[in-house]
Protein backbone atom coordinates (compact mmCIF):
# COMPACT_ATOMS: atom_id res chain seq x y z
CA UNK A 1 0.00 0.00 0.00
CA UNK A 2 2.46 2.32 0.95
CA UNK A 3 4.07 2.60 -2.90
CA UNK A 4 0.32 3.51 -4.20
CA UNK A 5 -0.03 6.22 -1.90
CA UNK A 6 4.22 7.15 -3.14
CA UNK A 7 2.51 6.86 -6.70
CA UNK A 8 -0.46 9.19 -5.84
CA UNK A 9 1.82 11.63 -3.87
CA UNK A 10 3.89 12.44 -6.79
CA UNK A 11 0.64 14.13 -8.43
CA UNK A 12 -0.80 15.67 -5.42
CA UNK A 13 2.47 17.47 -4.73
CA UNK A 14 1.57 19.98 -7.78
CA UNK A 15 -1.32 20.79 -6.00
CA UNK A 16 -0.93 21.97 -2.39
CA UNK A 17 -3.79 24.68 -2.16
CA UNK A 18 -6.57 22.42 -3.16
CA UNK A 19 -5.09 20.05 -1.06
CA UNK A 20 -4.99 22.11 2.06
CA UNK A 21 -8.70 23.58 1.26
CA UNK A 22 -9.60 19.68 1.47
CA UNK A 23 -8.15 18.82 4.83
CA UNK A 24 -9.09 21.92 6.19
CA UNK A 25 -12.75 22.60 5.04
CA UNK A 26 -14.29 19.10 5.55
CA UNK A 27 -14.21 18.58 8.81
CA UNK A 28 -15.39 22.19 9.92
CA UNK A 29 -18.44 21.41 7.25
CA UNK A 30 -18.79 17.63 8.87
CA UNK A 31 -18.65 19.24 12.69
CA UNK A 32 -21.35 21.63 11.26
CA UNK A 33 -23.46 18.99 9.74
CA UNK A 34 -22.86 16.91 12.81
CA UNK A 35 -24.33 19.76 15.04
CA UNK A 36 -27.50 20.16 13.37
CA UNK A 37 -29.42 17.34 14.77
CA UNK A 38 -28.21 18.23 18.06
CA UNK A 39 -30.14 21.06 17.91
CA UNK A 40 -33.12 19.18 16.93
CA UNK A 41 -32.82 17.00 20.17
CA UNK A 42 -32.12 20.47 22.85
CA UNK A 43 -35.92 22.01 20.71
CA UNK A 44 -37.76 19.07 21.55
CA UNK A 45 -36.48 18.85 24.50
CA UNK A 46 -37.03 21.97 25.55
CA UNK A 47 -40.45 21.63 23.82
CA UNK A 48 -41.55 18.72 25.85
CA UNK A 49 -39.96 20.24 29.90
CA UNK A 50 -40.12 23.65 28.82
CA UNK A 51 -36.37 24.00 30.40
CA UNK A 52 -33.26 24.16 28.39
CA UNK A 53 -31.45 20.80 28.65
CA UNK A 54 -28.65 20.68 30.85
CA UNK A 55 -25.99 20.89 27.99
CA UNK A 56 -23.17 22.85 27.84
CA UNK A 57 -24.10 23.62 24.28
CA UNK A 58 -28.05 24.38 25.03
CA UNK A 59 -27.17 26.60 27.13
CA UNK A 60 -24.82 28.53 25.46
CA UNK A 61 -26.92 28.92 22.54
CA UNK A 62 -29.68 30.08 24.86
CA UNK A 63 -27.11 32.61 26.36
CA UNK A 64 -26.88 34.23 23.11
CA UNK A 65 -30.37 34.04 22.02
CA UNK A 66 -31.39 35.95 25.31
CA UNK A 67 -28.62 38.73 25.03
CA UNK A 68 -30.38 40.26 21.34
CA UNK A 69 -34.46 38.99 23.33
CA UNK A 70 -34.80 35.90 21.56
CA UNK A 71 -36.58 32.84 22.83
CA UNK A 72 -34.85 29.57 23.24
CA UNK A 73 -36.61 27.81 20.18
CA UNK A 74 -35.76 30.69 17.98
CA UNK A 75 -32.32 31.02 18.75
CA UNK A 76 -31.91 26.68 18.20
CA UNK A 77 -33.53 27.42 15.37
CA UNK A 78 -32.02 30.14 14.08
CA UNK A 79 -28.31 28.08 14.69
CA UNK A 80 -29.67 25.30 12.74
CA UNK A 81 -30.84 27.75 9.56
CA UNK A 82 -27.04 29.36 9.86
CA UNK A 83 -25.26 26.23 10.60
CA UNK A 84 -27.43 24.63 7.77
CA UNK A 85 -26.70 27.10 5.41
CA UNK A 86 -22.76 27.17 6.06
CA UNK A 87 -22.35 23.68 5.69
CA UNK A 88 -23.87 23.36 2.46
CA UNK A 89 -22.37 26.23 1.16
CA UNK A 90 -19.10 24.43 2.57
CA UNK A 91 -20.01 21.46 0.80
CA UNK A 92 -20.29 22.61 -2.31
CA UNK A 93 -17.32 24.78 -2.00
CA UNK A 94 -14.95 21.89 -1.62
CA UNK A 95 -17.19 19.12 -3.90
CA UNK A 96 -16.41 21.39 -6.42
CA UNK A 97 -13.03 21.20 -5.52
CA UNK A 98 -13.14 17.57 -5.84
CA UNK A 99 -14.41 17.32 -9.22
CA UNK A 100 -11.65 19.85 -10.58
CA UNK A 101 -8.95 17.85 -8.64
CA UNK A 102 -10.64 14.34 -10.25
CA UNK A 103 -10.09 15.74 -13.81
CA UNK A 104 -6.51 17.15 -13.71
CA UNK A 105 -5.45 14.27 -11.67
CA UNK A 106 -6.89 12.36 -15.15
CA UNK A 107 -4.85 14.40 -17.41
CA UNK A 108 -1.80 13.95 -15.57
CA UNK A 109 -2.25 9.81 -15.14
CA UNK A 110 -3.12 9.56 -18.92
CA UNK A 111 -0.33 11.95 -19.94
CA UNK A 112 2.65 10.50 -18.20
CA UNK A 113 1.43 7.18 -19.38
CA UNK A 114 1.38 8.05 -22.86
CA UNK A 115 4.76 9.96 -22.11
CA UNK A 116 6.07 7.09 -20.76
CA UNK A 117 5.51 4.92 -23.59
CA UNK A 118 7.02 7.30 -26.30
CA UNK A 119 10.39 6.79 -24.66
CA UNK A 120 10.33 3.15 -24.64
CA UNK A 121 12.01 0.80 -27.26
CA UNK A 122 10.96 -2.25 -28.79
CA UNK A 123 11.19 -4.34 -26.46
CA UNK A 124 8.29 -2.50 -24.54
CA UNK A 125 5.67 -2.73 -27.51
CA UNK A 126 7.05 -6.58 -27.93
CA UNK A 127 5.77 -6.94 -24.60
CA UNK A 128 2.67 -4.76 -24.54
CA UNK A 129 0.40 -5.38 -27.08
CA UNK A 130 -1.57 -1.75 -28.87
CA UNK A 131 -5.04 -2.91 -27.20
CA UNK A 132 -3.02 -3.66 -24.12
CA UNK A 133 -1.91 -0.16 -24.04
CA UNK A 134 -4.90 1.56 -24.93
CA UNK A 135 -7.31 0.04 -22.00
CA UNK A 136 -4.47 0.96 -19.38
CA UNK A 137 -4.10 4.35 -20.57
CA UNK A 138 -8.47 4.99 -20.73
CA UNK A 139 -9.95 2.19 -19.24
CA UNK A 140 -7.61 2.29 -16.35
CA UNK A 141 -7.38 5.98 -15.68
CA UNK A 142 -10.96 7.12 -16.70
CA UNK A 143 -12.82 4.22 -15.35
CA UNK A 144 -10.79 3.13 -12.36
CA UNK A 145 -8.67 5.50 -10.87
CA UNK A 146 -9.86 9.28 -11.64
CA UNK A 147 -12.29 9.64 -9.27
CA UNK A 148 -10.85 6.93 -6.92
CA UNK A 149 -7.52 9.49 -6.27
CA UNK A 150 -9.50 12.29 -5.34
CA UNK A 151 -12.81 11.70 -4.38
CA UNK A 152 -13.14 8.45 -3.57
CA UNK A 153 -10.20 9.31 -0.96
CA UNK A 154 -11.61 12.34 0.33
CA UNK A 155 -15.33 10.95 0.45
CA UNK A 156 -13.47 8.27 2.44
CA UNK A 157 -11.62 11.11 4.68
CA UNK A 158 -14.97 12.93 4.99
CA UNK A 159 -17.00 9.60 5.96
CA UNK A 160 -14.61 9.14 8.41
CA UNK A 161 -14.68 12.47 9.95
CA UNK A 162 -18.31 11.90 10.02
CA UNK A 163 -18.01 8.45 12.23
CA UNK A 164 -15.77 9.83 14.38
CA UNK A 165 -17.98 12.71 15.12
CA UNK A 166 -20.96 11.10 15.52
CA UNK A 167 -20.04 8.33 17.73
CA UNK A 168 -18.22 10.87 19.87
CA UNK A 169 -21.69 12.94 20.30
CA UNK A 170 -23.55 9.71 20.53
CA UNK A 171 -21.44 8.75 23.03
CA UNK A 172 -21.36 12.28 24.80
CA UNK A 173 -25.31 11.31 24.60
CA UNK A 174 -25.01 7.61 26.39
CA UNK A 175 -21.95 6.03 25.92
CA UNK A 176 -23.77 2.25 26.61
CA UNK A 177 -25.83 2.80 23.77
CA UNK A 178 -23.32 4.14 21.53
CA UNK A 179 -21.47 0.96 22.32
CA UNK A 180 -24.10 -1.18 21.18
CA UNK A 181 -24.67 0.77 17.91
CA UNK A 182 -20.97 0.39 17.25
CA UNK A 183 -21.51 -3.29 17.38
CA UNK A 184 -21.21 -4.38 13.48
CA UNK A 185 -18.07 -2.16 13.23
CA UNK A 186 -15.61 -5.00 13.85
CA UNK A 187 -17.87 -7.14 11.47
CA UNK A 188 -17.27 -4.94 8.86
CA UNK A 189 -13.24 -4.98 9.23
CA UNK A 190 -12.94 -8.74 9.17
CA UNK A 191 -15.39 -8.55 5.76
CA UNK A 192 -12.94 -6.25 4.30
CA UNK A 193 -9.98 -8.03 4.82
CA UNK A 194 -11.62 -11.75 3.98
CA UNK A 195 -13.14 -10.01 0.62
CA UNK A 196 -9.94 -8.00 -0.40
CA UNK A 197 -8.12 -10.70 -2.38
CA UNK A 198 -11.22 -11.85 -4.10
CA UNK A 199 -11.63 -8.62 -5.07
CA UNK A 200 -8.21 -8.10 -6.24
CA UNK A 201 -8.48 -11.15 -8.00
CA UNK A 202 -11.86 -10.33 -9.96
CA UNK A 203 -10.76 -6.84 -11.02
CA UNK A 204 -7.56 -8.09 -12.54
CA UNK A 205 -8.77 -10.44 -14.76
CA UNK A 206 -10.87 -8.15 -15.60
CA UNK A 207 -8.74 -5.14 -16.76
CA UNK A 208 -6.82 -8.42 -18.78
CA UNK A 209 -10.30 -9.44 -20.63
CA UNK A 210 -10.56 -5.70 -21.36
CA UNK A 211 -7.03 -5.75 -22.70
CA UNK A 212 -7.92 -8.70 -25.03
CA UNK A 213 -11.15 -7.20 -26.77
CA UNK A 214 -9.47 -3.91 -27.51
CA UNK A 215 -6.41 -5.98 -28.72
CA UNK A 216 -8.56 -7.80 -31.50
CA UNK A 217 -10.50 -4.79 -31.99
CA UNK A 218 -7.86 -2.94 -32.68
CA UNK A 219 -5.84 -5.78 -34.77
CA UNK A 220 -9.04 -6.23 -36.82
CA UNK A 221 -9.94 -3.00 -38.15
CA UNK A 222 -5.74 -2.29 -38.88
CA UNK A 223 -5.83 -5.22 -41.15
CA UNK A 224 -9.30 -4.98 -42.35
CA UNK A 225 -8.22 -4.99 -46.32
CA UNK A 226 -6.15 -8.72 -45.26
CA UNK A 227 -9.24 -10.11 -43.22
CA UNK A 228 -11.25 -9.65 -46.58
CA UNK A 229 -8.78 -10.34 -48.81
CA UNK A 230 -8.63 -14.13 -47.09
CA UNK A 231 -12.16 -14.19 -46.68
CA UNK A 232 -11.34 -14.06 -42.40
CA UNK A 233 -14.49 -11.80 -42.05
CA UNK A 234 -16.85 -14.54 -40.45
CA UNK A 235 -13.52 -15.86 -38.32
CA UNK A 236 -12.88 -12.53 -37.10
CA UNK A 237 -16.25 -12.16 -36.39
CA UNK A 238 -16.21 -15.17 -34.14
CA UNK A 239 -12.67 -13.92 -32.44
CA UNK A 240 -14.43 -10.57 -31.59
CA UNK A 241 -17.84 -12.30 -30.30
CA UNK A 242 -15.53 -14.34 -27.77
CA UNK A 243 -13.61 -12.01 -26.27
CA UNK A 244 -16.69 -9.95 -26.08
CA UNK A 245 -17.57 -13.05 -24.08
CA UNK A 246 -15.27 -12.95 -21.85
CA UNK A 247 -14.98 -9.50 -21.44
CA UNK A 248 -18.82 -10.12 -20.06
CA UNK A 249 -18.15 -12.36 -18.13
CA UNK A 250 -15.54 -11.09 -16.12
CA UNK A 251 -16.92 -7.85 -15.72
CA UNK A 252 -20.04 -9.75 -14.59
CA UNK A 253 -18.05 -11.36 -11.80
CA UNK A 254 -16.65 -7.98 -11.13
CA UNK A 255 -19.90 -6.16 -10.75
CA UNK A 256 -21.58 -9.34 -8.88
CA UNK A 257 -19.06 -9.61 -6.07
CA UNK A 258 -18.32 -5.70 -5.94
CA UNK A 259 -22.61 -6.00 -5.36
CA UNK A 260 -22.20 -8.31 -2.56
CA UNK A 261 -19.61 -6.88 -0.88
CA UNK A 262 -21.51 -3.06 -1.04
CA UNK A 263 -24.34 -5.09 0.02
CA UNK A 264 -22.90 -6.57 3.16
CA UNK A 265 -21.40 -3.32 4.22
CA UNK A 266 -25.24 -1.85 3.83
CA UNK A 267 -26.86 -4.65 5.38
CA UNK A 268 -24.58 -5.17 8.32
CA UNK A 269 -24.63 -1.79 9.62
CA UNK A 270 -28.56 -1.56 9.64
CA UNK A 271 -28.55 -3.52 12.57
CA UNK A 272 -26.94 -0.70 14.55
CA UNK A 273 -30.28 0.86 13.92
CA UNK A 274 -32.36 -1.52 14.92
CA UNK A 275 -30.33 -2.19 18.11
CA UNK A 276 -30.77 1.66 18.80
CA UNK A 277 -34.50 1.66 18.13
CA UNK A 278 -34.50 -1.42 21.08
CA UNK A 279 -32.47 -0.61 23.23
CA UNK A 280 -32.92 3.31 23.08
CA UNK A 281 -36.87 2.85 23.34
CA UNK A 282 -36.61 0.29 26.44
CA UNK A 283 -34.49 2.93 28.09
CA UNK A 284 -37.18 6.03 27.17
CA UNK A 285 -39.69 3.76 28.91
CA UNK A 286 -38.03 2.71 31.71
CA UNK A 287 -35.15 4.66 32.12
CA UNK A 288 -34.16 8.99 32.40
CA UNK A 289 -33.38 8.96 28.75
CA UNK A 290 -35.13 12.30 27.24
CA UNK A 291 -37.09 12.34 23.94
CA UNK A 292 -34.59 14.68 22.37
CA UNK A 293 -31.64 12.32 23.11
CA UNK A 294 -33.60 9.16 21.59
CA UNK A 295 -34.51 11.78 18.65
CA UNK A 296 -30.67 12.49 18.42
CA UNK A 297 -29.27 9.36 19.09
CA UNK A 298 -32.19 7.34 16.15
CA UNK A 299 -31.04 10.66 13.83
CA UNK A 300 -27.57 9.54 14.11
CA UNK A 301 -27.63 5.51 13.96
CA UNK A 302 -29.61 5.99 10.59
CA UNK A 303 -27.19 8.41 9.34
CA UNK A 304 -24.31 6.46 9.93
CA UNK A 305 -25.11 3.95 7.54
CA UNK A 306 -24.23 6.65 4.44
CA UNK A 307 -20.48 7.23 6.09
CA UNK A 308 -20.25 3.79 6.51
CA UNK A 309 -21.98 2.69 2.85
CA UNK A 310 -19.39 5.09 1.07
CA UNK A 311 -16.61 4.05 3.54
CA UNK A 312 -17.03 0.26 2.46
CA UNK A 313 -17.41 1.57 -1.12
CA UNK A 314 -13.90 3.12 -0.10
CA UNK A 315 -12.66 -0.21 0.58
CA UNK A 316 -13.95 -2.09 -2.42
CA UNK A 317 -12.97 0.91 -5.16
CA UNK A 318 -9.40 0.80 -3.38
CA UNK A 319 -8.90 -2.79 -4.10
CA UNK A 320 -10.27 -2.13 -7.86
CA UNK A 321 -7.95 1.21 -7.95
CA UNK A 322 -4.76 -0.40 -6.73
CA UNK A 323 -5.02 -3.14 -9.57
CA UNK A 324 -4.90 0.29 -12.01
CA UNK A 325 -2.27 1.77 -10.65
CA UNK A 326 -0.04 -1.58 -10.70
CA UNK A 327 -0.86 -2.06 -14.40
CA UNK A 328 0.03 1.99 -14.72
CA UNK A 329 3.10 1.23 -12.57
CA UNK A 330 4.23 -1.68 -15.20
CA UNK A 331 4.67 1.04 -17.91
CA UNK A 332 6.85 2.92 -15.88
CA UNK A 333 9.40 0.48 -14.20
CA UNK A 334 10.15 -1.32 -17.43
CA UNK A 335 12.96 0.30 -18.52
CA UNK A 336 13.47 2.74 -21.88
CA UNK A 337 16.10 0.99 -24.14
CA UNK A 338 17.30 4.49 -24.81
CA UNK A 339 17.95 7.44 -22.61
CA UNK A 340 19.03 10.79 -23.25
CA UNK A 341 21.93 11.18 -21.10
CA UNK A 342 24.28 13.46 -24.07
CA UNK A 343 24.95 17.16 -24.00
CA UNK A 344 26.72 17.64 -27.38
CA UNK A 345 24.86 18.65 -30.07
CA UNK A 346 26.09 18.36 -34.13
CA UNK A 347 24.56 21.30 -34.44
CA UNK A 348 24.67 20.28 -39.08
CA UNK A 349 28.25 21.17 -38.81
CA UNK A 350 29.14 17.52 -38.52
CA UNK A 351 30.74 15.69 -41.52
CA UNK A 352 28.89 12.27 -41.34
CA UNK A 353 31.66 9.95 -40.88
CA UNK A 354 29.76 6.94 -39.02
CA UNK A 355 32.26 4.48 -37.30
CA UNK A 356 30.70 0.80 -35.91
CA UNK A 357 33.17 -0.33 -33.51
CA UNK A 358 33.05 -4.04 -32.14
CA UNK A 359 28.86 -3.47 -32.13
CA UNK A 360 26.96 -6.50 -30.47
CA UNK A 361 23.13 -5.91 -29.94
CA UNK A 362 20.59 -8.51 -27.83
CA UNK A 363 17.57 -8.24 -26.16
CA UNK A 364 17.65 -8.20 -22.76
CA UNK A 365 17.12 -12.14 -20.74
CA UNK A 366 17.71 -13.27 -25.10
CA UNK A 367 20.67 -15.35 -25.36
CA UNK A 368 20.80 -14.23 -29.15
CA UNK A 369 23.18 -11.77 -30.76
CA UNK A 370 21.09 -10.05 -33.18
CA UNK A 371 24.22 -7.94 -34.27
CA UNK A 372 27.33 -9.91 -33.51
CA UNK A 373 31.12 -7.89 -32.54
CA UNK A 374 30.36 -5.69 -35.72
CA UNK A 375 32.96 -2.91 -36.76
CA UNK A 376 33.69 -0.58 -40.46
CA UNK A 377 33.63 2.64 -40.59
CA UNK A 378 31.64 4.89 -43.60
CA UNK A 379 33.70 8.18 -45.00
CA UNK A 380 31.49 11.16 -44.67
CA UNK A 381 29.50 11.28 -48.15
CA UNK A 382 29.87 7.77 -48.56
CA UNK A 383 26.47 5.68 -49.84
CA UNK A 384 26.86 2.11 -48.13
CA UNK A 385 24.69 -0.21 -49.07
CA UNK A 386 23.78 -3.31 -46.10
CA UNK A 387 22.22 -6.87 -47.43
CA UNK A 388 21.87 -10.06 -46.39
CA UNK A 389 19.16 -12.70 -45.95
CA UNK A 390 15.64 -12.00 -43.51
CA UNK A 391 16.75 -11.63 -39.81
CA UNK A 392 20.78 -11.10 -40.50
CA UNK A 393 20.38 -7.88 -38.23
CA UNK A 394 20.24 -5.14 -41.53
CA UNK A 395 17.73 -3.60 -40.02
CA UNK A 396 18.82 -3.68 -36.35
CA UNK A 397 22.18 -2.16 -37.30
CA UNK A 398 20.42 0.81 -39.10
CA UNK A 399 18.25 1.33 -36.04
CA UNK A 400 21.39 2.05 -34.02
CA UNK A 401 22.35 5.27 -36.06
CA UNK A 402 19.41 7.33 -35.08
CA UNK A 403 19.40 5.66 -31.72
CA UNK A 404 15.96 3.76 -31.92
CA UNK A 405 17.89 1.42 -29.81
CA UNK A 406 21.69 1.43 -28.08
CA UNK A 407 24.54 -1.17 -28.59
CA UNK A 408 24.53 -4.39 -25.84
CA UNK A 409 28.45 -4.09 -26.21
CA UNK A 410 30.97 -1.45 -28.21
CA UNK A 411 30.09 1.59 -29.66
CA UNK A 412 28.71 3.80 -32.82
CA UNK A 413 30.53 6.96 -33.43
CA UNK A 414 29.49 10.20 -35.41
CA UNK A 415 32.37 11.89 -36.06
CA UNK A 416 34.81 10.25 -33.55
CA UNK A 417 31.44 10.95 -31.20
CA UNK A 418 29.82 8.04 -29.37
CA UNK A 419 26.24 8.72 -30.11
CA UNK A 420 24.93 8.72 -26.56
CA UNK A 421 26.82 12.08 -26.06
CA UNK A 422 24.98 13.83 -28.02
CA UNK A 423 21.99 15.40 -27.23
CA UNK A 424 19.30 12.85 -28.81
CA UNK A 425 16.91 15.38 -30.15
CA UNK A 426 19.49 17.05 -31.86
CA UNK A 427 20.78 13.84 -32.80
CA UNK A 428 17.61 12.73 -34.45
CA UNK A 429 17.38 16.17 -36.02
CA UNK A 430 20.65 15.47 -37.70
CA UNK A 431 19.51 12.01 -39.40
CA UNK A 432 16.93 11.35 -42.25
CA UNK A 433 15.35 8.15 -41.28
CA UNK A 434 12.80 6.06 -43.61
CA UNK A 435 11.57 2.50 -42.32
CA UNK A 436 10.61 -0.54 -43.59
CA UNK A 437 7.60 0.12 -43.29
CA UNK A 438 5.99 3.71 -43.83
CA UNK A 439 4.02 5.38 -40.71
CA UNK A 440 1.37 7.92 -41.54
CA UNK A 441 -0.91 9.83 -39.60
CA UNK A 442 -4.35 11.03 -40.32
CA UNK A 443 -3.75 14.41 -41.54
CA UNK A 444 -2.47 16.44 -44.58
CA UNK A 445 -0.10 15.57 -46.83
CA UNK A 446 1.93 18.69 -46.21
CA UNK A 447 2.03 17.90 -42.12
CA UNK A 448 2.89 14.08 -42.77
CA UNK A 449 6.12 15.32 -44.81
CA UNK A 450 6.60 18.48 -42.20
CA UNK A 451 5.65 16.64 -39.02
CA UNK A 452 5.49 19.63 -36.86
CA UNK A 453 9.28 20.79 -37.37
CA UNK A 454 9.65 24.75 -37.46
CA UNK A 455 11.83 26.45 -39.76
CA UNK A 456 10.98 24.24 -43.35
CA UNK A 457 10.41 26.69 -46.11
CA UNK A 458 7.99 26.29 -48.63
CA UNK A 459 11.12 26.08 -51.14
CA UNK A 460 12.56 22.99 -49.17
CA UNK A 461 9.35 21.13 -49.29
CA UNK A 462 8.70 21.65 -52.79
CA UNK A 463 12.52 20.33 -53.14
CA UNK A 464 12.02 16.86 -50.99
CA UNK A 465 8.80 16.58 -52.62
CA UNK A 466 10.58 16.70 -56.18
CA UNK A 467 13.30 14.11 -54.98
CA UNK A 468 10.91 11.88 -53.37
CA UNK A 469 9.58 11.89 -57.01
CA UNK A 470 5.72 12.70 -55.97
CA UNK A 471 5.25 16.20 -57.26
CA UNK A 472 2.89 15.09 -60.28
CA UNK A 473 1.04 12.56 -58.47
CA UNK A 474 0.10 15.69 -55.69
CA UNK A 475 -0.70 17.66 -58.38
CA UNK A 476 -3.31 15.15 -58.77
CA UNK A 477 -4.82 15.14 -54.95
CA UNK A 478 -8.21 17.12 -54.82
CA UNK A 479 -6.52 19.31 -52.41
CA UNK A 480 -2.69 19.39 -53.34
CA UNK A 481 -0.60 19.69 -50.07
CA UNK A 482 -3.82 19.56 -47.85
CA UNK A 483 -5.45 16.08 -48.88
CA UNK A 484 -6.26 14.58 -45.88
CA UNK A 485 -4.74 10.84 -46.36
CA UNK A 486 -6.55 8.89 -43.40
CA UNK A 487 -4.83 6.89 -41.26
CA UNK A 488 -1.74 5.36 -42.14
CA UNK A 489 -2.48 6.70 -45.38
CA UNK A 490 -5.38 4.59 -45.86
CA UNK A 491 -6.03 6.59 -49.33
CA UNK A 492 -3.40 6.37 -51.22
CA UNK A 493 -0.76 3.83 -52.57
CA UNK A 494 2.12 1.74 -50.95
CA UNK A 495 4.36 3.66 -53.16
CA UNK A 496 2.74 7.19 -52.44
CA UNK A 497 3.27 6.26 -48.59
CA UNK A 498 6.83 5.44 -49.11
CA UNK A 499 7.89 8.54 -51.82
CA UNK A 500 5.93 10.51 -48.63
CA UNK A 501 7.92 9.32 -45.75
CA UNK A 502 11.05 10.18 -48.22
CA UNK A 503 10.25 13.35 -48.36
CA UNK A 504 9.50 13.50 -45.08
CA UNK A 505 13.47 12.35 -43.99
CA UNK A 506 14.74 14.68 -46.55
CA UNK A 507 12.74 17.64 -45.59
CA UNK A 508 14.69 17.96 -42.85
CA UNK A 509 18.32 18.03 -45.32
CA UNK A 510 19.91 15.45 -43.08
CA UNK A 511 23.43 14.85 -42.77
CA UNK A 512 23.37 10.98 -42.58
CA UNK A 513 20.38 9.07 -44.53
CA UNK A 514 19.23 5.91 -43.39
CA UNK A 515 16.73 4.29 -45.90
CA UNK A 516 15.80 1.04 -44.51
CA UNK A 517 14.32 -1.03 -47.90
CA UNK A 518 11.73 1.83 -48.23
CA UNK A 519 11.43 1.55 -51.88
CA UNK A 520 9.90 -1.83 -52.46
CA UNK A 521 5.78 -0.88 -53.62
CA UNK A 522 7.11 1.56 -56.50
CA UNK A 523 7.31 0.07 -59.87
CA UNK A 524 10.74 -0.01 -61.32
CA UNK A 525 9.91 3.26 -63.40
CA UNK A 526 9.65 5.55 -60.29
CA UNK A 527 12.26 3.58 -58.43
CA UNK A 528 14.76 4.17 -61.13
CA UNK A 529 13.76 7.92 -61.10
CA UNK A 530 13.61 7.96 -57.70
CA UNK A 531 17.37 6.99 -56.95
CA UNK A 532 18.89 9.23 -59.90
CA UNK A 533 17.66 12.03 -58.32
CA UNK A 534 18.62 10.82 -54.76
CA UNK A 535 22.13 9.89 -56.08
CA UNK A 536 21.85 13.71 -57.29
CA UNK A 537 21.54 14.79 -53.79
CA UNK A 538 23.41 12.03 -51.95
CA UNK A 539 27.26 13.10 -52.44
CA UNK A 540 26.19 15.79 -49.81
CA UNK A 541 25.30 13.57 -47.37
CA UNK A 542 26.19 10.02 -45.80
CA UNK A 543 24.04 7.11 -46.97
CA UNK A 544 23.17 3.73 -45.45
CA UNK A 545 20.73 1.82 -47.03
CA UNK A 546 18.98 -1.59 -46.82
CA UNK A 547 18.10 -2.63 -50.61
CA UNK A 548 17.30 -5.71 -52.38
CA UNK A 549 17.39 -3.76 -55.89
CA UNK A 550 20.61 -4.44 -57.91
CA UNK A 551 20.51 -0.85 -59.47
CA UNK A 552 21.11 0.69 -56.18
CA UNK A 553 23.44 -1.92 -55.06
CA UNK A 554 25.72 -1.25 -58.61
CA UNK A 555 26.03 2.55 -57.62
CA UNK A 556 26.86 2.05 -53.93
CA UNK A 557 30.48 3.01 -52.60
CA UNK A 558 30.87 -0.38 -50.42
CA UNK A 559 28.60 -2.85 -49.54
CA UNK A 560 28.59 -5.16 -46.31
CA UNK A 561 26.80 -8.26 -46.36
CA UNK A 562 25.56 -9.55 -42.98
CA UNK A 563 24.44 -13.07 -41.97
CA UNK A 564 23.59 -13.80 -38.34
CA UNK A 565 24.77 -10.33 -37.00
CA UNK A 566 28.09 -10.78 -38.99
CA UNK A 567 29.92 -9.09 -41.30
CA UNK A 568 31.12 -11.72 -43.48
CA UNK A 569 31.87 -9.89 -47.07
CA UNK A 570 32.60 -6.30 -47.60
CA UNK A 571 33.69 -4.28 -50.61
CA UNK A 572 32.95 -2.89 -53.55
CA UNK A 573 29.86 -4.63 -56.09
CA UNK A 574 32.18 -5.62 -58.57
CA UNK A 575 34.85 -6.63 -56.05
CA UNK A 576 31.88 -8.76 -54.50
CA UNK A 577 30.48 -10.22 -57.33
CA UNK A 578 34.21 -11.25 -58.61
CA UNK A 579 34.79 -13.28 -55.66
CA UNK A 580 31.91 -15.24 -56.27
CA UNK A 581 30.84 -15.44 -52.19
CA UNK A 582 27.43 -15.12 -50.55
CA UNK A 583 27.00 -11.54 -51.92
CA UNK A 584 27.18 -12.67 -55.73
CA UNK A 585 24.33 -15.37 -54.77
CA UNK A 586 22.34 -13.18 -53.40
CA UNK A 587 23.42 -10.49 -56.45
CA UNK A 588 22.10 -12.97 -58.70
CA UNK A 589 18.97 -14.06 -57.15
CA UNK A 590 17.92 -10.41 -57.09
CA UNK A 591 18.33 -9.71 -60.78
CA UNK A 592 16.09 -13.05 -60.90
CA UNK A 593 13.18 -12.14 -58.99
CA UNK A 594 13.53 -8.52 -60.83
CA UNK A 595 13.37 -10.23 -64.07
CA UNK A 596 10.48 -12.49 -62.91
CA UNK A 597 8.57 -9.02 -61.77
CA UNK A 598 9.05 -7.41 -64.97
Not at 303 to 313: A, E, H, K, R, T
Not at 423 to 445: A, H, M, N
Request: hydrophobic share 45%; with cysteine; glycine share 6%.
Amino acid sequence: MRDKIRWLWQYYRHYPKVILILLVLTPIQVALAVTLPRLVGFTIDFLETGKVPENFLAKFLDGIGSGYGLTTTASYALTFIAFGLVSHALYAYFQSWRAWMNCRLEWHFRQEAFDQVTTKGPDFFNHFRSGDLLTRMTDDVQEKLSWFACSGIFRFYEAALAVLFIIATMFSISPGLTLWAVLPLPLLVLLFFKSSSLLDKRYDALQKRISDFNDVMEACLSGIRVVKAYVREQAQRLKFRTTAEERRAAEINAIRTSAVMDSLYHSIWQFAVVIVLLAGGWRVLYSNMSLGDIATFIYYATWLVFPMFDIGQFLVKSRQSAVSIDRLRELENMPAMVTDVGAVSPNGHGKGRLTFDKVTFSFNGVERKILDSVSFEIEPGQTVAVVGKVGSGKSWLVNLVPRLVDPTEGSVRLDGRDLREYKLEDLRRYIGYVPQEPVLFSDTVRNNITFGRDGISDTLLEWAIEVAQLKNEIATFPQGMETPIGTRGVSISGGQKQRVALARALVGKPKVLILDDCTSALDSRTEAELWERLHEVMPEMTAVLVTHRPDTLERADRIFVFDNGKVVEHGTHAELVAAEGDYARIYRRMQLAEEVAS
